[in-house]
């Protein structure tokens, strides 16, 4: 995030010199094992906590709601998600654990990613360092700060356990897929959203925003895409996305048109709204959507992906095929409201 990023003080370096060594050509004992993981997720509580908030809500009879946010400037913006602060006109309060209490400003918040901004009235806070969670490995440890049930500062640790999940967000009419959400076994629980996920490295590499089972958690990825929105909400307090006024589904392609574009799913439209884009384009239901500038589409998340803030009011192509024939359609995208009720 150049220069909105802070940075963490130092970067957490995993060291045994300090274990009980090993006799030559036998594999470290349980102790030697337990030690290791013990000092990084310390050093990662150490290097994250101050810069973890607790939030909490205030309505017209006290405290309304709760949850996390993490500090990723030093002059005080938090990331957080937008479900934790949803609603308007609420107040909010961020606690740190050097007992600062301090009044918090809502920027911006986008419930389509689950992502939203505060700003603080102080300048002076500990700044998470942000990482990319397109680095991260299925097994490999993770550590996960918040405050659940709005116990302060709480630490726990797991393992990713899954990539690329889907998680869908919803505002007003209007539905969105997350993509490649992280799934953790790194125990969640309510107040833990808007908090912090953690690599080795003490780098924010996701923000927890739900518990979806016993043991199942899922975080938001830090990556290129959520650097954008965080950075259009700090910019603009919100983000614009393009939408040409379809919704429809993935549906396998006919075999020997998935054998001419070398792949084999596409979009089913199965509705086009009167008087969008798509419409005055002359796109039909049950047309087959295989690309957008030439770029391939095979699902609802690759649409919602290329419908960014640029092809608002550009002209685009949309590929189809219809009745086995392939054809381009031109259109201009107009920008998404969040009434919309439309896959793209």
Not at 237 to 251: E, H
Not at 270 to 289: K, N, Q, T, Y
């Amino acid at each position: 995030m150049g220069e909105t990023g802070g940075r963490v003080a130092s970067i957490l370096q995993v060291t045994t010199t300090d274990a009980r060594p090993s006799a030559p050509g036998s594999a470290p004992d349980d102790r030697e094992a337990l030690d290791a993981y013990s000092r990084v997720v310390t050093r990662v509580a150490e290097a994250l906590g101050p810069s973890v908030a607790n939030l909490r809500i205030r309505g017209r009879r006290g405290i309304a709601g709760g949850g996390s946010g993490v500090v990723i400037t030093p002059d005080g913006f938090l990331l957080t998600s937008a479900h934790v602060v949803a609603g308007t006109g609420r107040r909010v309060r961020a606690s740190f654990t050097d007992g600062s209490d301090l009044e918090a400003t809502l920027i911006g918040a986008d419930p389509l990613s689950d992502l939203a901004v505060l700003r603080t009235e102080s300048a002076r806070l500990p700044a998470a360092e942000l990482g990319d969670a397109a680095g991260l490995r299925v097994g490999q440890l993770v550590v996960a700060i918040g405050n659940p049930h709005g116990y302060a500062g709480s630490v726990t640790a797991g393992v990713v356990s899954a990539l690329g999940r889907s998680l869908p967000a919803r505002a007003g009419g209007a539905t969105r897929i997350i993509d490649d959400v992280i799934q953790t076994d790194a125990a969640l629980n309510p107040g833990n959203s808007g908090g912090a996920l953690v690599d080795g490295r003490a780098q924010v590499v996701g923000i927890n925003t739900a518990v979806a089972g016993v043991g199942l958690g899922l975080a938001v990825p830090v990556n290129a895409t959520t650097r954008r929105i965080v950075s259009a909400l700090m910019r603009d307090g919100r983000v614009r996305r393009a939408w040409i006024g379809i919704a429809g589904g993935a549906r396998p392609l006919p075999p020997r048109v998935a054998a001419a574009l070398g792949r084999d799913r596409a979009i089913e439209v199965v509705e086009v709204i009167e008087g969008s884009p798509a419409a005055r384009a002359g796109l039909h239901a049950e047309d087959l959507i295989v690309g957008v500038d030439g770029l391939p589409v095979r699902g609802v998340d690759d649409l919602q992906r290329l419908m960014t803030e640029e092809r608002i009011g550009a002209r685009c192509s949309i590929e189809v095929v219809r009745e086995g024939a392939e054809r381009t359609l031109e259109l201009v995208p107009r920008e998404l409201e969040q009434g919309r009720a439309a896959a793209g």
